[in-house]
């Protein structure tokens, strides 16, 4: 891209994207000069749509019609309404296309420091294209998938019906229904989270895929591709300080989204001490953080996953790092000595405060990182409950919590809708004995949960302009937004590099590998 | 270990290992194996290697440029435990000296880990950290449920397995797109294994719809096929169909460790276990059923084996001093092992070296 001499309103020049599909993998970036108004404009067009698209699926089934009427609904009032229709058909709007080209290389700029910034940047342009793909007509889908050279064969009807009792057990449709469809072979490593959720026929290394599945072989791609192209901007950024009016507007632009990173406040810190733990986890702690710390406390250790959520969200609500190390010792040497503590443990917790290492002072997990990555296995107890929580065990669990049948049932629906922090709002709103949907903005954050639960039982989070906000089951929309926005988060882009400890690299491999 | 107790007494082992890393650490193979025929630059000099040593000293990020300087080094420090890591960016003896964010792990087998303390719900004979011929067959079955589907569903041929010398199999698949699997891809295979699913927080649940998966299906079938035997002659329970869950639901995930990171250490094949002694051997999935864990060697005895034998064979040619202890049948394991791995590579050498240009 050339920012350096045009103005607003300067003329683009050519569109060189050689595919006619408006659809795209963001594999050229544009050589249209684009000037510094309009760079902005762009960036934050998109981020609505983007941000549109996270709403959605927070509310909604991803699949669901009110899903799609409630991104057509937001993207009318966005310079991409255009979208909607042209998806349809196959003209070109040229206009269009550069809009959506530039715009999403600025936010590559914008969202590729850090390995939160590149999370939420990818799923959400990973379902923005899942939902644009899925306006497409069925020739143009076709059409798609051969000018992305991913014109897999389908296979043939000889070759079908060797498989078929297979293809139908995987598919859960008659056998009837399986030679009607068509089938595509394709390396397994293609289709990964189809063979994950083990929703594919596997053979000597091949997937089968049903038509309707490809889909998800798309985003596959388009996954890799992201990932790799972030780590290689976010490689390639400091060569851009240069150009000093760019980079404020791009850390400008990051700082824009909400639901992201969580910055230890200065002030906070200290305000906690290890013997307030258990108290302050009974009331202010989400269930995440409370199941952690009983875990804790019944088996005198945590694994890995399970210290480094809960360590670092201990250090967000104000825990020091004396007392930090207080904490985890006072418990850990209930069963080991402590010079095996002091081995093995103590190096990870100065890390974790930015004292060891890189000496990166390292951010609480959001939600979808909880959610997202990570899922706990045997013998852990990190991760999120409303996610990874079985739905008859939550339920018990909830129960024994004497959470009220109202909200109860309204948890499980949010829970089965895959809305995992609803259902953590709702049961926010249960403890603290306030009306079911009184929380008007969904946290995203653990220690978001956490501070909100401070203010509630402080008296401060009480609707605008009504006294005392009692037991009334109408829901209040106009709940504090402004406070929230206040102690809400900034996007961390000071440090690129996220890992989470020294020895787990596996983020910055699946990044850059 | 109940059985046959050997004559091994964890006190002598610092007087034996020099010995065995003398002469019975099989170098040659396990460079050619780790090598990968060269194929690939740097893939054995940018290899992590840690160390555990006597006092439970811990060494990370060691690294060797060949065959000699890991030789030399293992027997000049004697380890209590080798672990194996990934390959890295860079040497990861020299990590310090790169930035942190550049030193990054880029390729590693993918490995599974399988114990046998977490089959105590099922097994009625001995328990914790002990196992005995009782349930071995266990692990028999879990070591046949996932061999077949690594090669079946996922065309993996490669597969090393090795006895972790006490009560687990550890299984290093080696081929080329398992080493370059990424992290996602790890998680994908682990999940697509595992029978039961979930944390502690969840209900053990086996997925056994009407129609289950065909991979569960052959799982099934395994089981069903080595239970009867199992289940009557070793164990007292009976053979009905919740029980082949019990069984099942032991498999994958509840007791298998799939490592998901590609920066994972693992114990190395042919390592002692300081406890038993016994040698990490390698596993012939063809015959598991007939691996007997009692009779994998032990330090003592091979080492004593070594002043019972000649140390030159009949016709004269002198045979690698491992060859002439009862280690030498997983030698031959792990040989075939190689010389099938050896092929992937011969077919990749020719090609390149019709345009090799050295510099
Ligand atoms: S939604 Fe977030 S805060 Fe709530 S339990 Fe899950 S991870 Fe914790
Ligand atoms: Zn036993």
Redesign the pocket.
Known sequence: MDFSTRRKGAKKEVVTNNTSQKLQFYKIPPTETVSLHEFEEFALERLKVLKAIETAGEKFVKTSSEYEAYVREQLRNTKFSKLLKSEKNDENDSELRSLDNVSHFILRLAYCKSEEARRWFRQQELDLFRFRFSLMSESLKKKFLVENNLHYESISDEEKSKIQEQLAAVSNKGTGVVESLEYFKVHFTDVLDLVQKRKVYLHKGHAYVAYDDMISLLIGVYREHLSQALAITARAIPHLEEDERLLPMLSGLSKRYLGSDYDVKKSTVGQVTADMIDMLSKKSF????SHLHSSMRQNHHLRHGGRQQYGLFLKGIGLSLDEAMKFWRSEFTKLIDVDKFDKQYSYNIRHNYGKEGKRADYTPYS?MK??MSNAPGPGDSHG????HTDVDLLRQKLKNMTIGDVYLDKIISEVKAGR??VA?TRYFESVHKLPLEYQAQT?S??NQ?FEESQRTLNGENKPVGIGTPQRSQKTMTTTSTENKSQNKTKSCIEEFDTMDDDFDINEVIETSA | MPEKTSSYDPESLPDLLPIYYKKLFPYGPYFRWLNYGGVEKNCFSHREFSFTLKDDIYIRYQSFSNEKDLTEEIQKRCPYKIDIGAIFSHRPKEHKTVKASSFVALKKELVFDIDMTDYDDVRSCCSGADICSKCWPLMQIAIKIIDRALRDDFGFEHLLWVYSGRRGVHCWVCDETARKLSQPGRTAIAEYLSVVKGGESQTRKVMLDDRPHPSITSAIDIVRKRFTDYAVKKQDFLGDDDKIKDVLQLIPEENVNVSKGVNHLLKSPFCIHPKTGRVCVPIDPDNVDSFDAFKVPTISEIVDELNHVEPTSEDGKRIKDYKRTSMKGYMEIFDKFLTNLEKTWKGKLIEQSGKLTYD
């Open positions: 989400p269930l995440c953080m939600c909880i959610i999120c409950p409303f996610k995992y922090n953590c946290f954050h653990p949960y």
